[in-house]
């Protein structure tokens, strides 16, 4: 065995963390954009002392949670027409938590919020009335207070606020605008208020005059001596720089001020230089500068030199980590003068106890950017593009003696888009995630060609299946404790929902296959400083990587099962995002983090669920993220990313996040665990160990484990998130073990009674575990599941279906199930209906005539839109095999196509963010079509704008990554410089746009308005 062990005495030493002020940072995603200006004070504040740690989730605002703050701080807009009433639980929580000594510290727009509130408003002091705007400086009315005492004032643009309904009891006004109270202070109850009204935007918020009054007001409100504790304190912060000059993307501020100045900053052009590099520090320091909830902190487990680079990890069923290092990433071996082969997977364990890795064995070494590992039959399954490999320790040695490619074809083209994110599935598959790199190779005698989006395959790699597309680079992938599979992209799109494989659109040629549901309302991010450097989603997810569900108990109850991580290293982030159940789907929102820092090093690159049941931290603590060009000074190489020599090979680190509230974690291992052991483990509280246990069971393939897990199958018990653990994964066992390939048995009877089991999650995995067989279709039914009281048992009910031999009473039962508007107006259960309709079409069509909605006459509806509609889905199902009428007694005539003529293609120039036409001639007052097809691997729309509008255009764009109905609105702003506009259209996707060109001759501009793209992405369309 080799062993590495060396710790530097810094990384091992241990440190008491400086007492901070923790203070909760209330904002929202409306117009006074508080996530944005967090950016202007998160820096400042640390170097003070103050943690803000920012929310935009009002459930926050709870007894408990506040308890854990020493000041609330409020910016945001919680007032009509979003919020026209105060919820009661918000106004006690927030009015009590004051009352009752808590320290409250209002900010501008703060005077606005629950307006219908008299407690609130008489809590404050003060309620805005009105405002106008301009340069200004406030007189300091108590110049000896301990607030104002050596604070010289300071002058801003900003808005100009006028009050109303001031409450003067217990008040002190300690600064004036002219006559109107500025900034003043509240005795409440036993609590502290402190107001200002200044900080409309980045003016004031960037104005070091403000970050001394914040700070000011922050301290007395929590009940500090002000004078004091400013003596007593330094500002700063660990952070030493360099000057080089060398290619890398300037930080936003600079990107914000050179656009400001000179105009949009095209990433293709010899951009200005920021020579200002930070330097790193070590880990220990680095854990000072990360912001994390109050009742958690940071632990290290291991760091260079021990580890470098960890671009990937998982713990197998001994509890040990194994991490892969890739220190060649992003340059393939034929990069190499050597031919590569430096990067490795290590085992990390912690022999002692002390919560520090102490050994390092190298399991497996020679591999060039291996991207993800699982675990199997006593080995592990690897991604290396472009093959798939299994590696194993024969010999007891340590290190993998036995190499075998499982498959290849895994495109390596561009090395940030290829195979990643490998997880076992309850289905005892391997799933992972694809990029845009795509593969284009042969497994089990089929021949694949896909990219972007999520996949499996068979341990062995005898199959594999592409499930779904994504819409653009894709890093991240987990799943809920009901065995859902959730995914990040890249760029913009940090939470998605895998609904059914794509192969069921071949039922139904009418309807075609879309890329995975979106989640969130926005893509904005939550991030400390201004710093961060990003090419596009300029101030959102453009680096986002994994989705890990809260699948533990070891956390508060609010994360379990409910609580994604994503990680967005190039904002030094990991993002929390809460998932809620919508329909026969879910939504997400992203109102605050895990964990943030202002070191501009800090890359978390993953986030998982540990054995121990807190969340790990896989930080690659790089100061160069991005893997595009930034200008034509960064000469690209093979694998598409760019040669920059501050890539790091030096450093990374292991955290771990860790619940203080927590009981120690037992000591678990399943090496060599009896089968009593692994059933038993099926419903442990932390599913790391369930699918080990699953698997090692599948694995192990005998059938005296039978009785003991249809035991589990049939416990009608429900935890405190309505799901039974055990009964779910029982299910999925026997289906590994092959007891449920057919529809007889004790398996298959304990299996159609798991579809009355009072947990939806039951019935729902029931559901998928059934054969495809006459008597599944029966049992599903006999029991109304297609008529389930939960939406996401009706959607995996007629899923399967769609699966199953063609049966005239489930055709009429889904023909029924459309008819219901519920059904009909949730997009999944629609299609996957219309899906099993073509199946059993007869029967559908049946329903159809006995209902009147038998038209005379079978087409493919033209109208966007139509298979929306239940005449639509009819129309389809029809089209699809009009003979099918056949058997009820019908004719249908077909009906003829209709022509199109073309016009004008536009398109995008693949992986170069261009359209694919610079300029375009067109002739005053005609009506031309252009029809846009969106051949990238992102999402894009287009727009025509007016002549000399691109820069404004572009900035309202710019703004619309924080609005919640950005999307929604298809990024288009609302601009009446905007002539006509495309949807946003996904990779492969086209759309017709009918356009009326405008009589007067000059230069329109076309362009992309995702946000960030409009700067490199736009043409002009010539009007002679």
């Given at each position: 065995?080799?062993?590495i062990?060396?710790?530097?005495?810094?990384?091992?030493?241990?440190?008491?963390?400086?007492?901070?002020?923790?203070?909760?940072?209330?904002?929202?995603?409306?117009?006074?954009?508080?996530?944005?200006?967090?950016?202007?004070?998160?820096?400042?504040?640390?170097d003070?002392?103050?943690?803000?740690?920012?929310?935009?989730?009002?459930?926050?605002?709870?007894?408990?949670?506040?308890?854990?703050?020493?000041?609330?701080?409020?910016?945001?807009?919680?007032?009509?027409?979003?919020?026209?009433?105060?919820?009661?639980?918000?106004?006690?929580?927030?009015?009590?938590?004051?009352?009752?000594?808590?320290?409250?510290?209002?900010?501008?727009?703060?005077?606005?919020?629950?307006?219908?509130?008299?407690?609130?408003?008489d809590?404050?002091?003060?309620?805005?009335?009105?405002?106008?705007?301009?340069?200004?400086?406030?007189?300091?009315?108590?110049?000896?207070?301990?607030?104002?005492?050596?604070?010289?004032?300071?002058?801003?643009w900003?808005?100009?606020?006028?009050?109303?309904?001031?409450?003067?009891?217990?008040?002190?006004?300690?600064?004036?605008?002219?006559?109107?109270?500025?900034?003043?202070?509240?005795?409440?109850?036993?609590?502290?208020?402190?107001y200002t009204?200044?900080?409309?935007?980045?003016?004031?918020?960037?104005?070091?005059?403000?970050?001394?009054?914040?700070e000011?007001?922050?301290r007395?409100?929590?009940?500090?001596?002000?004078?004091?504790?400013?003596?007593?304190?330094?500002?700063?912060?660990?952070?030493?720089?360099?000057?080089?000059?060398?290619p890398?993307?300037?930080?936003?501020?600079?990107?914000?001020?050179?656009?400001?100045?000179?105009?949009?900053?095209?990433?293709?052009?010899?951009?200005?230089?920021?020579?200002?590099?930070?330097?790193?520090?070590?880990?220990?320091?680095?854990?000072?500068?990360?912001?994390?909830?109050?009742?958690?902190?940071?632990?290290?487990?291991?760091?260079?030199?021990?580890?470098?680079?960890?671009?990937?990890?998982?713990?197998?069923?001994?509890g040990?980590?194994?991490?892969?290092?890739s220190?060649?990433?992003?340059?393939?071996?034929?990069?190499?003068?050597?031919?590569?082969?430096?990067?490795?997977?290590?085992?990390?364990?912690?022999?002692?106890?002390?919560?520090r890795?102490?050994?390092?064995?190298?399991?497996?070494?020679?591999?060039?950017?291996p991207?993800?590992?699982?675990?199997?039959?006593?080995?592990?399954?690897?991604?290396?593009?472009?093959?798939?490999?299994?590696?194993?320790?024969?010999?007891?040695?340590?290190?993998?003696?036995?190499?075998?490619?499982?498959?290849?074809?895994?495109?390596?083209?561009?090395?940030?888009?290829?195979?990643?994110?490998?997880?076992?599935?309850?289905?005892?598959?391997?799933?992972?995630?694809?990029?845009?790199?795509?593969?284009?190779?042969?497994?089990?005698?089929?021949?694949?060609?896909?990219?972007?989006?999520?996949?499996?395959?068979?341990?062995?790699?005898s199959?594999?299946?592409?499930?779904?597309?994504?819409?653009?680079?894709?890093?991240?992938?987990?799943?809920?404790?009901?065995g859902?599979?959730?995914?990040?992209?890249?760029?913009?799109?940090?939470?998605?929902?895998?609904?059914?494989?794509?192969?069921?659109?071949?039922?139904?040629?009418?309807?075609?296959?879309?890329?995975?549901?979106?989640?969130?309302?926005?893509?904005?991010?939550?991030?400390?400083?201004?710093?961060?450097?990003?090419?596009?989603?300029?101030?959102?997810?453009?680096?986002?990587?994994?989705?890990?569900?809260?699948?533990?108990?070891?956390?508060?109850?609010e994360?379990?099962?409910?609580?994604?991580?994503?990680?967005?290293?190039?904002v030094?982030?990991?993002?929390?995002?809460?998932?809620?159940?919508?329909?026969?789907?879910?939504?997400?929102?992203?109102?605050?983090?895990?964990?943030?820092?202002?070191?501009?090093?800090?890359?978390?690159?993953?986030?998982?669920?540990?054995?121990?049941?807190?969340?790990?931290?896989?930080?690659?603590?790089?100061?160069?993220?991005?893997?595009?060009a930034?200008?034509?000074?960064?000469?690209?190489?093979?694998?598409?990313a760019?040669?920059?020599?501050?890539?790091?090979?030096?450093?990374?680190?292991?955290?771990?996040?860790?619940?203080?509230?927590?009981?120690?974690?037992?000591?678990?291992?399943?090496?060599?665990?009896?089968?009593?052991?692994?059933?038993?483990?099926?419903?442990?509280?932390?599913?790391?160990?369930?699918?080990?246990?699953?698997?090692?069971?599948?694995?192990?393939?005998?059938?005296?484990?039978?009785?003991s897990?249809i035991?589990?199958?049939?416990?009608?018990?429900?935890?405190?998130?309505d799901?039974?653990?055990?009964?779910?994964?029982?299910?999925?066992?026997?289906?590994?073990?092959?007891?449920?390939?057919?529809?007889?048995?004790?398996?298959?009877?304990?299996?159609?009674?798991a579809?009355?089991?009072?947990?939806?999650?039951?019935?729902?995995?029931?559901?998928?575990?059934?054969?495809?067989?006459?008597?599944s279709?029966t049992?599903?039914?006999?029991?109304?599941?297609?008529?389930?009281?939960?939406?996401?048992?009706?959607?995996?009910t007629?899923?399967?279906?769609?699966?199953?031999?063609?049966?005239?009473?489930?055709?009429?039962?889904?023909?029924?199930?459309?008819?219901?508007?519920?059904?009909?107006?949730?997009?999944?259960?629609?299609?996957a209906?219309?899906?099993?309709?073509?199946?059993?079409?007869?029967?559908?069509?049946?329903?159809?005539?006995?209902?009147?909605m038998?038209?005379?006459?079978?087409?493919?509806?033209?109208?966007?839109?139509a298979?929306?509609?239940?005449?639509?889905?009819?129309?389809?199902?029809?089209?699809?095999?009009?003979?099918?009428?056949?058997?009820?007694?019908?004719?249908?005539?077909?009906?003829?196509?209709?022509?199109?003529d073309?016009?004008?293609?536009?398109?995008?120039?693949?992986?170069?963010?261009?359209?694919?036409?610079?300029?375009?001639?067109?002739?005053?007052?005609?009506?031309?079509?252009?029809?846009?097809?969106?051949?990238?691997?992102?999402?894009?729309?287009?727009?025509?704008?007016?002549?000399?509008?691109?820069?404004?255009?572009?900035?309202?764009?710019?703004?619309?990554?924080?609005?919640?109905?950005?999307r929604?609105?298809?990024?288009?702003?609302?601009?009446?410089?905007?002539?006509?506009?495309?949807?946003?259209?996904?990779?492969?996707?086209?759309?017709?746009?009918?356009?009326?060109?405008?009589?007067?001759?000059?230069?329109?501009?076309?362009?992309?308005?995702?946000?960030?793209?409009?700067?490199?992405?736009?043409?002009?369309?010539?009007?002679?």
């Amino acid at each position: 065995m080799l062993v590495i062990s060396s710790c530097s005495e810094e990384q091992t030493a241990e440190y008491s963390e400086k007492p901070q002020l923790k203070v909760l940072f209330l904002g929202d995603d409306r117009g006074h954009e508080p996530s944005v200006r967090l950016r202007d004070v998160g820096r400042p504040m640390l170097d003070r002392g103050i943690h803000l740690y920012y929310t935009s989730d009002l459930n926050d605002i709870n007894p408990e949670n506040l308890a854990k703050f020493d000041v609330v701080l409020l910016y945001a807009n919680y007032h009509e027409p979003h919020y026209p009433e105060t919820s009661a639980d918000v106004e006690n929580a927030l009015v009590g938590y004051v009352e009752n000594g808590g320290g409250f510290v209002g900010l501008h727009s703060a005077s606005g919020n629950f307006r219908d509130s008299e407690r609130f408003i008489d809590m404050l002091g003060g309620e805005f009335e009105s405002h106008g705007e301009g340069t200004f400086s406030t007189r300091i009315a108590e110049p000896e207070h301990e607030i104002m005492a050596g604070f010289e004032g300071f002058e801003s643009w900003d808005e100009i606020y006028v009050h109303q309904n001031h409450n003067e009891e217990n008040r002190t006004v300690l600064s004036y605008r002219e006559d109107e109270p500025y900034t003043w202070i509240r005795n409440h109850g036993d609590g502290r208020v402190f107001y200002t009204a200044w900080g409309h935007d980045e003016r004031t918020w960037q104005n070091p005059g403000f970050h001394d009054l914040m700070e000011r007001g922050i301290r007395w409100a929590a009940g500090q001596d002000v004078q004091a504790k400013i003596a007593e304190r330094e500002i700063g912060n660990p952070f030493e720089y360099t000057v080089l000059d060398v290619p890398f993307p300037p930080p936003h501020y600079k990107r914000l001020e050179y656009e400001e100045e000179v105009g949009p900053m095209d990433r293709g052009a010899n951009n200005p230089r920021y020579y200002r590099k930070q330097l790193p520090v070590d880990a220990v320091t680095a854990k000072e500068r990360m912001i994390v909830p109050p009742g958690f902190r940071v632990e290290l487990f291991a760091a260079e030199p021990d580890i470098v680079n960890p671009i990937s990890m998982n713990w197998d069923e001994q509890g040990r980590l194994w991490v892969i290092e890739s220190i060649e990433y992003p340059y393939p071996r034929d990069f190499w003068p050597d031919g590569g082969g430096k990067d490795r997977i290590l085992i990390l364990e912690d022999t002692n106890g002390d919560g520090r890795a102490d050994e390092f064995t190298v399991f497996a070494d020679d591999l060039n950017i291996p991207t993800s590992l699982a675990f199997s039959n006593g080995g592990i399954i690897v991604h290396q593009a472009p093959e798939t490999l299994f590696l194993k320790d024969t010999t007891g040695d340590g290190k993998a003696d036995y190499r075998e490619v499982l498959f290849e074809g895994w495109q390596q083209w561009d090395t940030h888009a290829g195979p990643n994110n490998m997880h076992y599935g309850l289905d005892n598959q391997i799933w992972g995630v694809l990029g845009y790199a795509g593969m284009d190779g042969t497994v089990g005698g089929e021949h694949h060609e896909f990219r972007m989006g999520v996949y499996r395959f068979k341990p062995d790699g005898s199959n594999l299946e592409f499930l779904r597309r994504t819409n653009n680079n894709t890093w991240g992938l987990g799943f809920n404790e009901q065995g859902e599979a959730f995914i990040s992209t890249a760029n913009g799109n940090p939470s998605t929902h895998f609904q059914f494989p794509r192969r069921l659109y071949d039922n139904l040629s009418g309807l075609d296959d879309s890329v995975t549901d979106r989640l969130t309302d926005t893509a904005r991010i939550i991030t400390l400083t201004n710093l961060f450097r990003q090419v596009d989603w300029v101030g959102a997810f453009t680096s986002a990587a994994g989705h890990a569900l809260y699948t533990a108990r070891t956390y508060p109850q609010e994360y379990w099962n409910r609580i994604a991580f994503v990680t967005d290293p190039t904002v030094q982030l990991v993002a929390e995002l809460i998932l809620e159940e919508n329909g026969s789907g879910y939504r997400a929102e992203h109102p605050r983090n895990l964990i943030a820092s202002d070191d501009e090093w800090f890359s978390p690159v993953q986030a998982e669920v540990g054995p121990d049941g807190h969340i790990w931290i896989a930080d690659w603590y790089n100061y160069i993220i991005q893997h595009n060009a930034e200008s034509d000074r960064q000469e690209p190489t093979p694998g598409n990313a760019y040669a920059n020599p501050l890539r790091d090979r030096e450093h990374g680190r292991i955290y771990r996040i860790v619940y203080e509230g927590a009981d120690r974690a037992e000591n678990l291992t399943l090496a060599n665990a009896s089968s009593e052991k692994l059933v038993s483990t099926l419903v442990h509280e932390n599913m790391l160990w369930r699918k080990h246990a699953q698997r090692l069971l599948v694995e192990r393939g005998e059938a005296d484990v039978v009785p003991s897990l249809i035991q589990l199958v049939r416990d009608r018990s429900e935890d405190e998130t309505d799901v039974n653990v055990g009964a779910i994964h029982a299910l999925w066992t026997l289906h590994g073990l092959g007891e449920l390939g057919q529809a007889s048995g004790d398996a298959f009877d304990a299996a159609v009674e798991a579809l009355q089991h009072p947990s939806a999650s039951v019935r729902m995995n029931a559901v998928q575990v059934l054969p495809k067989a006459e008597e599944s279709v029966t049992a599903l039914l006999e029991y109304c599941l297609p008529d389930d009281e939960n939406m996401k048992v009706r959607l995996k009910t007629l899923i399967a279906f769609a699966d199953m031999p063609e049966n005239n009473d489930a055709g009429g039962a889904i023909f029924y199930t459309l008819n219901k508007e519920e059904n009909l107006e949730d997009r999944w259960i629609r299609e996957a209906a219309s899906l099993a309709a073509a199946v059993h079409n007869v029967g559908f069509l049946a329903a159809a005539d006995e209902a009147g909605m038998l038209p005379d006459e079978a087409a493919v509806p033209e109208n966007e839109g139509a298979e929306q509609t239940l005449e639509g889905i009819i129309a389809l199902v029809l089209s699809e095999d009009p003979s099918a009428v056949e058997e009820i007694g019908r004719d249908v005539a077909m009906a003829d196509d209709d022509a199109f003529d073309m016009i004008l293609e536009l398109g995008v120039v693949e992986n170069v963010m261009r359209f694919d036409m610079e300029e375009i001639r067109v002739q005053a007052g005609q009506t031309i079509r252009i029809d846009f097809t969106n051949t990238d691997n992102m999402e894009h729309n287009m727009l025509i704008i007016k002549p000399g509008t691109l820069q404004e255009v572009g900035r309202l764009a710019d703004q619309m990554i924080t609005a919640p109905d950005g999307r929604e609105r298809l990024y288009v702003p609302d601009s009446p410089d905007i002539l006509a506009f495309t949807p946003l259209l996904d990779p492969g996707e086209s759309y017709q746009l009918v356009f009326s060109v405008p009589d007067e001759p000059g230069e329109y501009p076309f362009v992309c308005t995702i946000p960030g793209h409009w700067r490199i992405m736009n043409g002009v369309m010539i009007v002679e």
